[in-house]
């Protein structure tokens, strides 16, 4: 098996303190693939990592989505709303998402759909975490709560902006990429 690396970010992304859904990546780092790029069987695997920050009254919830599309906003994957740990304040602790989504349909209009072969988030900013325990970190499997299924599709007959966006439902927090790579494993 093949592994390309199709982008890496050369600089952080914008910190997201406004409690709303923007994208997450450096705005250099948001690249276009060209059409027809997916067929069924391939790979791609998206590694990000950051800091993030949220308050013990009030986290909210922690989200990702991958975009693609002409317009980079259609939502292929989906983590839903990851809760927050509510023990214990949380200031600028890492993070790191792996998600590898393989292309199950190609095609026109909605047709090229992707399924979330892994989906992992990894805190130590994540409910369940004990407030007697050492800084230790969880691993939450994505989408949280609930099981992994096929996401919305995109149109792989045309060039498709590739983005991932972040929403914390709160704006007591923050959250910042600092890195980002995509592969393409075949």
Not at 59 to 64: D, I, V, W
Not at 96 to 117: D, E, M
Not at 157 to 185: C, I, K, N, P, W
Request: hydrophobic fraction near 45%.
């Amino acid at each position: 098996m093949s592994v390309e690396t199709i982008v890496v970010q050369n600089a952080d992304g914008t910190a997201n303190t406004a409690g709303t859904r923007a994208s997450a990546i450096n705005a250099a780092s948001r690249i276009v693939l060209p059409n027809s790029f997916f067929y069924i069987g391939r790979v791609i695997s998206f590694l990000l990592g950051g800091r993030i920050s949220s308050v013990i009254t009030t986290p909210g919830t922690a989200r990702y989505d991958i975009c693609m599309g002409s317009a980079g906003t259609t939502i292929v994957w989906d983590s839903l709303p990851i809760l927050l740990d509510t023990v214990a304040a949380h200031t600028t602790v890492k993070w790191s998402l792996n998600v590898v989504l393989r292309c199950v349909a190609v095609g026109t209009g909605t047709s090229t759909t992707f399924f979330p072969s892994l989906a992992q988030w990894t805190s130590e900013d994540i409910l369940g975490v004990p407030a007697t325990a050492p800084k230790g970190v969880l691993t939450a499997m994505l989408p949280w709560n609930t099981t992994p299924a096929v996401g919305a599709g995109m149109d792989n007959t045309a060039a498709s902006a590739l983005d991932v966006f972040f929403t914390q439902t709160v704006a007591t927090g923050s959250h910042t990429v600092h890195d980002y790579m995509v592969q393409v494993l075949n």
